[in-house]
């Protein structure tokens, strides 16, 4: 009886895994940066240059932020556009750690595919996660 039951709950689990949600989506860059959040959490001295766009010197080698978010209760876009925010804080942060003043070059790059573009961003959607990894490089 305890191998019958033990089968039958792996069943389940297997099952359930197969319908999960494991999507890629693209979002606008400007709506996620139009956020609340975004307007307060940014600091407006760091400037981000997405898709080939470029300024200034490059003072860093290509770096990567890799975030994450739970998508319970959010719609697919909310939580993607927070972990987008999540990514720019971390650049920013080292942007500002580094003395620069400018991220560029900045691309997603997630399940290492690049996606190159100024006006959207890649996100993965998941049942309960959403991610965005995102690369750049910090510049003065």
């Known amino acids: 009886m305890k191998k019958f039951l033990f089968f039958a709950v792996a069943a389940l689990f297997v099952a359930n895994s197969a319908y999960a949600k494991n999507d890629i989506m693209r ?3 400007a709506a996620a940066l139009a956020e609340p959040d975004a307007k307060a959490k940014l600091d407006p001295n760091i400037k981000f240059y997405f898709g080939n766009k470029s300024a200034g010197r490059k003072i860093t080698q290509q770096l990567s932020s890799n975030k994450k978010t739970n998508s319970i209760n959010k719609t697919d876009q909310a939580a993607c556009n927070r972990a987008f925010l999540s990514a720019l804080l971390s650049f920013q942060d080292r942007a500002k ?3 620069g ?5 900045i691309t997603s790059y997630y399940y290492k595919n690049v996606f190159v ?3 959207e961003f890649e996100c993965g959607v998941g049942s ?3 991610g965005v990894t995102l690369r750049g490089y910090i510049a003065k």
């Open 27 to 29: 979002f606008p860059i």
């Open 97 to 99: 750690k580094e003395g």
């Open 101 to 105: 003043n400018k991220v560029v070059n």
């Open 117 to 119: 573009s100024d006006k």
């Open 128 to 130: 309960i996660m959403n």
